[in-house]
């Protein structure tokens, strides 16, 4: 058990402890929390590349504070010009790894660059400095990425860029050894020179999308010229005093809001922490979410979500009196992957900037495009190719996404970010950290440290197994599958629970940061 690190002035928490330091550098040259966060934002994509890049997308929740209120960033990217069903004719489902899984444009540098146009103080080359360090130079490869290396092999060595990258000389990077990515380092070297428009429109775009086309690709380079993120209006909701934020659709964060409305209902404070009625609780508001989210979610540009009626506290009371404390729900789980790697950073001034990022499976696509050292997602392989279902394949839609950054709130300021790696985990995950905080007084480290469950996905895998850590008591595993739960344990401290972190700003002003024992990360702060 770690303890939460308090800070006076500052805090940084991000799942790989040197994405950490590089937003703290950053902080200590002059910056604010929107240059730390695009540092850490950078360095992540460097020091975890099997969980995100610059191939990928992002969601971004900000508070400035002479703006006084929070705001979204969507910098997840649009399906290509030609991206349509006929493409995949003949097959169930878009493929999951290869050059075909490269459906969506990649949004990541799109939000590094609103970010610093809208609040930052510092050049992007400033903010890339640690990244770029870390990728000529090296880094210590961590026990994490060397482990998803392992089980992931066999597809790295599918095509010559990639396997050149990860498996230098055809061999694995032992853990502690030097991890040198030296194109990607001239693709950020080219970046901070020429800025945002020379990643969409300019060279690194053409090597892109040439290599692409090459190997049979759909992304062309209208598909990346015609790209651009929006400012967005987040959700807000309520729990115990708290306004809540999440990102809006194509972002399952209202699946957050909902769980917190529904179990509003409940006195979970009266119960025992992770005693049976606290766990069966949470877990199946969640699922009551996740029907009403698999059933809507998708590209709200494309189809009509009736959020004010799932966001109602009406709503909310009727799902509330549907839970059996003696039964628990079936539902059918989605298909879903978890490379993921939330981070947050508060600053001295009370800027703060809870953000997300991933490639959706370890790796992405596995495709690494030409030269660039970029590891393109596969976000677009959760496109459904049944006409009928609210997240079909159509040209330029963005996809159902799991990104979920949060962030909570006490007369108009922020006092708690909080999010975690982890497809489906994400919401759970959430939850479980916000009400232990608020309904059981927990520090962030604490929160984030007691026993995790998750329902339903696992990397990449469609069950409805409930998966509990070790340290959950057999007297609780066997109430709750008794209640009709497929229980499964894990280990103590299981990755699979995802990587989380959180900062909270208390009343005296101080700064907690807690990060997960279950990544590589830390929590920086003075």
């Known amino acids: 058990m770690r303890k939460a690190v308090v800070g006076t002035k500052t805090m940084v928490v991000s799942p790989h402890y040197l994405a950490s330091a590089a937003g703290a550098r950053i902080l200590e040259q002059g910056g604010n929390a929107f240059d730390a966060a695009v540092a850490v934002s950078a360095c992540l994509a460097v020091v975890y590349p099997h969980m995100t890049g610059l191939g990928g997308d992002s969601f971004w929740l900000t508070y400035h504070h002479s703006d006084g209120q929070v705001r979204g960033y969507n910098a997840s990217g649009r399906s290509g010009y030609r991206a349509n069903r006929e493409v995949y004719a003949g097959r169930i489902e878009i493929p999951t ?92 070297r080219e970046l901070a020179q020429h800025g945002r428009d020379f990643f969409y429109k300019g060279a690194i775009a053409e090597e892109m999308t040439s290599y692409l086309q090459e190997q049979g ?185 799991t990104l979920m950054p949060a962030m909570a709130c006490r007369e108009g300021k922020p006092v708690i970010l909080y999010g975690t790696q982890g497809g489906e985990g994400q919401p759970q995950t959430q939850t479980a950290i916000l009400t232990r905080m608020v309904d059981f007084g927990m520090d962030p480290q604490q929160a984030v440290d007691e026993p995790r469950w998750v329902w339903g996905r696992t990397w990449g895998a469609s069950t409805q197994d409930l998966r509990v850590e070790g340290r959950i008591s057999p007297e609780v595993t066997e109430a709750l599958a008794k209640a009709g739960h497929t229980v499964r344990k894990v280990k103590d401290f299981d990755g699979i629970m995802g990587h989380a972190h959180v900062i909270m700003v208390d009343e005296e002003g101080f700064i907690s940061g807690g990060s997960d024992a279950r990544s590589d990360g830390a929590a920086i702060g003075w």
């Open 97 to 188: 790894r290869g050059v075909l899984s490269v459906v969506t444009v990649p949004g990541m540098v799109d939000g590094w660059d609103a970010m610093l146009r809208e609040y930052g103080r510092l050049t992007l080359g400033q903010v890339l400095a640690p990244a770029i360090e870390y990728a000529s130079k090296g880094f210590a490869m961590s026990r994490n990425q060397y482990e998803y290396t392992v089980m992931n092999e066999a597809m790295l060595r599918g095509t010559a860029p990639t396997s050149a990258i990860y498996l230098p000389e055809g061999r694995i990077v032992k853990p502690g050894r030097r991890f040198v990515q030296a194109e990607l380092a001239q693709t950020l």
């Open 217 to 401: 690709g759909l992304l062309v380079m209208d598909d990346f010229a015609d790209h651009e993120g929006n400012w967005v209006t987040p959700l807000q909701g309520s729990y115990r005093g708290y306004s809540v934020y999440q990102m809006p659709p194509n972002s399952q964060g209202f699946v957050g809001l909902m769980a917190l409305h529904i179990l509003e209902n409940f006195d979970l404070g009266s119960m025992e922490h992770g005693s049976f009625e606290y766990y069966h609780s949470m877990i199946e508001a969640l699922k009551l979410g996740f029907r009403d989210r698999n059933e809507y979610l998708t590209d709200p540009d494309f189809a009509d979500i009736p959020l004010h009626r799932l966001l109602s506290q009406e709503y909310a009371r009727e799902l509330a009196a549907s839970i059996r404390m003696d039964r628990a729900l079936s539902l059918e789980a989605e298909q879903m992957g978890s490379d993921t790697a939330y981070a947050a950073v508060v600053d001295q001034e009370g800027n703060a900037v809870s953000f997300i990022q991933s490639l959706y499976f370890e790796f992405g696509s596995g495709v690494t495009a030409g030269n660039t050292g970029i590891t393109l997602q596969n976000r677009g392989s959760f496109f459904s190719l049944n006409p009928a279902h609210a997240n079909c394949l159509q040209p330029r839609k963005r996809t159902f996404h």
